[in-house]
């Protein structure tokens, strides 16, 4: 219920002992302008105000995070030979792609698969 746990351990040891291990969410970028996305592609909302973060932004239906976060991995993964990253990838409500690279190149990837 905690937006900021990844995972809790609970472990006994007998007789007597509760070991707790908590894990924090890492952020790696920011849904839109409210929540944050985990290394593991969940959104998770910290009730914070995120600009603090310098994050890359992605952004697009709600029912395609996963998706545009898959996407998103792909496309660094292709940039970083070049020492580029996607700084933005969103994809519009009639899902068309845009990204900004980390130079600040805009290019509309349109609605086609967008590697």
Same mark, same amino acid.
Request: hydrophobic share 45%.
């Given at each position: 219920? %905690?937006?900021?746990? $990844?995972?809790? !351990? !609970?472990?006994?040891?007998? &007789?007597? %002992? /509760?070991?707790?291990?908590?894990? =924090? ?9 409210? $929540? ?11 009730? !914070?105000? *995120? $600009? ?5 932004? /992605?952004?697009?239906?709600? #029912? ?9 991995? #792909? !496309?660094? =993964? ?14 519009? &409500?009639?899902?068309?792609? =845009? ?7 805009? *290019?509309? /990837?349109?609605?086609? #698969?967008? /590697?």
């Amino acid at each position: 219920a %905690i937006p900021w746990v $990844d995972q809790v !351990i !609970i472990q006994r040891v007998w &007789p007597d %002992i /509760l070991l707790v291990k908590i894990s =924090e969410q890492k952020p790696i970028a920011k849904w839109g302008k409210l $929540d944050l996305v985990n290394a593991k592609g969940i959104v998770f909302s910290p009730h !914070i105000n *995120i $600009d603090q973060f310098n994050l890359p932004v /992605l952004n697009g239906p709600k #029912e395609q995070q996963a998706f545009v976060f898959a996407k998103y991995q #792909e !496309i660094n =993964e292709l940039l970083s030979p070049f020492g580029l990253w996607a700084k933005q990838l969103v994809l519009s &409500p009639r899902h068309a792609w =845009e990204l900004q690279l980390n130079n600040g190149t805009w *290019i509309k /990837l349109g609605h086609q #698969e967008p /590697l």
